[in-house]
Nanobody, 126 residues
Framework: QVQLVESGGGLVQAGGSLRLSCAAS????????MGWFRQAPGKEREFVAA????????TYADSVKGRFTISRDNAKNTVYLQMNSLKPEDTAVYYC???????????????????WGQGTQVTVSS
C-alpha cells in the first residue's frame, strides 16, 4: 500500500514557475513508476509526466515537453514536478500516482496506476 500527498500548488502568473512535490509512504516507493496527471475544470484527467522506479526513463505529454521536468528522490520517498514557463492552460488540479507499468505507452494510461494522491491546485493567471 502506498499513500501519496501532493504539495506545492498555488497561484502564479503566466511565465512563472512552480515545483510540485509528492511524498509517499511505504517502503516500496522506490519500486514504483510515478506519474503526474492533471484535470482542468470541465475536462477529463490527462497525463502530464512519468518516471520509472530508477529515474532512468521519463515520459512527457507533448503539451509540457521542454517546460516541465519530473524527477524523484527515492531516499526521500518523493517525486517532483518542476513546472517552468507556465501558461494559463496549465491551470488544473495536479495528481501524482504510483503504479507498476513501464514503457512509453503504458505510463500514459491512468489504469496503469494503483495509488493516487488527493491533488493540488495550480492556477496560472494571464
Amino acid at each position: 500500500q502506498v499513500q501519496l500527498v501532493e504539495s506545492g500548488g498555488g497561484l502564479v502568473q503566466a511565465g512563472g514557475s512552480l515545483r510540485l512535490s509528492c511524498a509517499a509512504s511505504g517502503r516500496t516507493f522506490s519500486t514504483y513508476t510515478m506519474g503526474w496527471f492533471r484535470q482542468a475544470p470541465g475536462k477529463e484527467r490527462e497525463f502530464v509526466a512519468a518516471i520509472t522506479w530508477s529515474g532512468g526513463s521519463t515520459t512527457y505529454a507533448d503539451s509540457v515537453k521542454g517546460r516541465f521536468t519530473i524527477s524523484r528522490d527515492n531516499a526521500k520517498n518523493t517525486v517532483y514536478l518542476q513546472m517552468n514557463s507556465l501558461k494559463p492552460e496549465d491551470t488544473a488540479v495536479y495528481y501524482c500516482a504510483a503504479g507498476r507499468g513501464v514503457g512509453q505507452v503504458l505510463v500514459r494510461h491512468q489504469s496503469t496506476y494503483n495509488f493516487w494522491g488527493q491533488g493540488t491546485q495550480v492556477t496560472v493567471s494571464s
